[in-house]
C-alpha cells in the first residue's frame, strides 16, 4: 500500500511589504505637513466717542511710541525694560499711588508695549489708569 502524502501548504500573507509602505506613507506625511501657520490679521484699533475730561492737574502721563520706548510726562527712558518703567513711574509719583495714570500709546506700537505698561503700573499699586484715544474722523 502506497501512501501518498498530501501536501498542503499553508497560504499566508507576508505582511512585511505593507508595513514598509504604510510606514514610508507615514514618514512623507509627517515631512509634508505644515504644523504651524503665521497669519497675519489687519486690525483696525477701535475708537471711542464720549466727552472730554480735564486734564487732572497732577496725573502721570506715560507714551508708548511706534518703536515702543516710552517716555514719562515727557521724560525718555533709556531703555524698554520694566524695571526702568517701574524706577521713573515711581520716582515721578513719589510713591503715591492714588495719583490717575494716562497711557497714551501710538496706533501702530505694539500691544505688547501696553501691556507692558500696564503689568509695571499694576506691580507698583497704581489703581486709576486711564487709556487715551481720539474721537472717530478726527485726525492723529
Known amino acids: 500500500m502506497k501512501f501518498q502524502r498530501s501536501l498542503k501548504e499553508e497560504v499566508s500573507v507576508n505582511m ?3 508595513i514598509d509602505v504604510v510606514f514610508l506613507l507615514l514618514i512623507f ?5 505644515t504644523f504651524s501657520r503665521n497669519t497675519n490679521l489687519l486690525i ?3 475708537e ?3 466727552q472730554l475730561t480735564e486734564a487732572q492737574p497732577e496725573e502721570i502721563e506715560i507714551l508708548v511710541a511706534q518703536t515702543g520706548t516710552y517716555s514719562v510726562n515727557g521724560r525718555q527712558l533709556i531703555n524698554t525694560e520694566m524695571e526702568t518703567l517701574m524706577r ?3 520716582e515721578v509719583s513719589g510713591g503715591d499711588t492714588s495719583i490717575p495714570l494716562v497711557i497714551t500709546a501710538d496706533a501702530n506700537a505694539t500691544h505688547q508695549s ?3 505698561v500696564m503689568d509695571a503700573v499694576a506691580q507698583l499699586g497704581f489703581t486709576s489708569l486711564n487709556i487715551a484715544t481720539r474721537e472717530p474722523g478726527s485726525e492723529p
Open 29 to 33: 506625511f509627517m515631512v509634508t505637513t
Open 114 to 116: 501696553v501691556v507692558t
Open 48 to 50: 471711542a466717542t464720549g
Open 44 to 46: 483696525n484699533l477701535p
Open 16 to 18: 512585511t511589504p505593507l
Open 88 to 90: 521713573t513711574v515711581a
